[in-house]
């Protein structure tokens, strides 16, 4: 607490534990809010509203409250700070985003989501810096910015944070494609932002010439490849102390190990001087993929449960924290016209980004004789999904100069109004764009044990909230994955084409790393393509049969179009089927059980 903002006498430890506990009472009643508000919505089907935009918009009114009533001690007490932010509310959204990715199709589109997260993000600061900078120079509002802290300003607002149009995504099933391409570049994109900002605080004071620029490139990929490692490494590591110790029979120690050593990793990142958020990312999904099957039961439904709980939590109350601070912050410094501006200029970069880089990504796609991986409506949600978050917010923080206070506060504004504008406003995107809902995809979890945890109720009232009619789900379904019925649904013994075969590194995986980090007992589920791929090698085989069956058949000259149970001369002693008024199953000619051609003395009579 800041000793301006002091007003208790004697700064008695009694009186400052009261108001510390008026804030956090806030900061809970606000967050119990939200999170009721968000059951109501999703009880009511509510989707025109989601509950990061009201958590948002409550923080704001409370944060005027604050700001307007005597004294100044809570006010200092709720006001935005760094290291809550990076060291408490960041890390458990990071680690759920690694644990329950959809790491298919994140790996499927890893060089898009790569493509977009580095290069497009490079694309945004420097569109954003430079025109922040042509701005400064017009000098409407008396700022003055440099061109190395316009960069810096252009660099923080190029961290995309879509938390609410994620968690709209997930609630209405949106195509996994699109969904795996902007989660993964945020998450992404986050930790370009931060490397790319501190890289370039780094060359403050120095000249820009090209040795500098190729010397920042080279610093920013190490340190983001490196961070990618150390998550790995961790992730593996865990993975063996789970295979060879015994922390099984004691789940709740277990737990509290795999947690602790997922933010150990993040901290350690932090502390060298790597990303943290890049080497936790991908921790999580190390963890996920090896150590996973390493857990006991309870373990295993701890951990998820965990990782998840805290993640809203976090969401939640960052986004409180950003209304509450939109009036609470020090040294607040509104530029209207900066901040429109500065919103006009994101959007020109998002667009400068996405719309460039689509195009070359399908121009490739069709090169190699793949379909567009990004159509046009696809595009434009990418676009639409560039809104800025709380991670740019805490970025600002290090902004230094004269006008450094207009600057911090131009971001939280931006940030402030592209939730509202953007989140506000995804559903009916999705209408408008018609994007693909509903769409389910196969569990990743990669053990039959916790399938059976939940209760029927819950699996019942899913498929009953999932507003999208069956027909279409069914046609969705259809057209992205082979079924029975399309299976059976051509000529009678048409070779079925075995499926392509596996990525080298998923059988790599697969034969040597999956043995060498579970352990020998663990059952893992059969994998959808050798279930798929058992299911045809049986139907080809009955195909195989039947039709050697029916080769077999002696027909009789007269009926060489059909094969009649008159026509088969049985070898074993049965009742004959001479009579004329008896029943004849023909097959062929595409019908089953259907009656027999009638013969010439049937139409006589």
């Keep these: 607490m800041d000793p301006d903002n002091t007003t208790v006498p004697g700064d008695q430890p009694m009186e400052e534990e009261m108001y510390s506990s008026w804030a956090l009472l806030i900061f809970m009643t606000l967050l119990m809010g939200a999170l009721w508000t968000s059951y109501f919505l999703q009880l009511r089907k509510i989707r025109a509203v989601h509950e990061t935009v009201i958590s948002i918009m409550a923080g704001m009114i409370v944060g005027l409250v604050i700001k307007l009533a005597p004294g100044t001690i809570i006010q200092g007490m709720v006001k935005f700070k760094e290291g809550v932010f990076f060291n408490l509310l960041l890390p458990p959204i990071i680690l759920n985003s690694g644990y329950e990715l959809k790491r298919r199709n994140f790996f499927l589109n890893f060089g898009t989501i790569l493509i977009f997260a580095m290069v497009g993000t490079f694309i945004c600061a420097i569109v954003t810096g430079v025109l922040t900078f042509i701005y400064a120079l017009i000098n409407p509002e008396g700022l003055n910015i440099s061109f190395l802290d316009s960069m810096i300003y252009g660099s923080i607002l190029s961290a995309t944070d879509p938390v609410t149009i994620l968690a709209i995504f997930n609630q209405l099933h949106v195509d996994p494609q699109l969904f795996s391409i902007i989660s993964g570049e945020s998450l992404l994109n986050d930790a370009v932002a931060i490397v790319l900002s501190d890289t370039l605080r780094h060359f403050r004071g120095q000249e820009l010439h090209a040795v500098n620029i190729l010397k920042g490139i080279g610093l920013f990929l190490g340190v983001f490849w490196a961070s990618t490692l150390i998550g790995i490494v961790c992730g593996v590591l865990v993975a063996l102390i789970m295979k060879f110790s015994q922390l099984h029979k004691f789940p709740n120690i277990e737990a509290c190990f795999v947690l602790l050593m997922a933010y150990s990793s993040y901290f ?13 990312l991908f921790t999580g999904i190390t963890l996920k993929h090896y150590a996973y099957d390493n857990l006991s039961l309870k373990s295993k ?19 409180i ?31 400068a980004s996405v719309a460039p880089l689509s195009i070359l990504i399908n121009a490739v796609c069709r090169a190699l004789g793949n379909p567009e991986q990004l159509p046009r409506n696809h595009q434009i949600m990418l676009f639409w999904a560039g809104l800025r978050g709380a991670v740019a917010f805490a970025l600002a923080s290090g902004i ?11 971001i939280l504004a931006v940030v402030v109004l592209t939730v509202l504008l953007f989140g506000g406003t995804t559903s009916r995107m999705l209408q408008i764009l018609d994007i693909k809902t509903g769409v389910a995809e196969p569990d990743e979890s990669g053990s039959e044990d916790e399938e059976g945890e939940e ?5 019942n009232y899913q498929r009953v909230n999932n507003f999208e009619p069956s027909t279409q789900r069914k046609r969705q379904f259809d057209e992205n994955d082979v079924s029975i019925g399309g299976l059976l649904s051509g000529p009678l013994g048409e ?3 075995e499926d392509r075969a596996p990525h080298w590194f998923v059988s790599f995986d697969e034969k040597w790393l999956k043995p060498a980090l579970t352990k020998k007992h663990v059952q893992r589920n059969q994998s959808l393509a050798e279930y798929w791929k ?3 090698r049986k139907m080809e085989r009955a195909n195989r049969n039947m039709l050697d069956g029916i080769r077999s058949f002696p027909f009789d000259e007269d009926q060489s179009d059909a094969v009649t149970l008159n026509s088969v001369k049985a070898t074993t002693s049965r009742p004959s089927y001479n009579n004329r008024n008896s029943p004849k199953i023909v097959v062929g000619s595409g019908r089953m059980f259907g009656r027999s051609p ?8």
């Design 534 to 536: 058992e299911k045809r």
């Design 455 to 459: 209760d029927g109720r819950t699996g």
């Design 495 to 497: 070779p079925i084409i």
């Design 301 to 319: 439904r701890a951990t998820k449960s965990m990782c998840q709980i805290l993640s809203q939590l976090s969401e939640n109350f960052i986004f």
């Design 321 to 351: 924290y950003l209304g509450v601070n939109l009036f609470t912050q020090d040294d607040l410094d509104y530029k209207p016209l900066f901040i429109i501006i500065t919103l006009a200029f994101i959007c020109i970069a998002r667009y």
């Design 400 to 410: 230094t100069g004269e006008s450094a206070p207009a600057m911090r506060t131009t």
């Design 598 to 605: 009638t013969h010439e003395s049937d139409e006589e009579v």
């Design 268 to 280: 350690f990142s932090n502390a060298i001087q790597m990303s943290g958020i890049v080497t936790l």
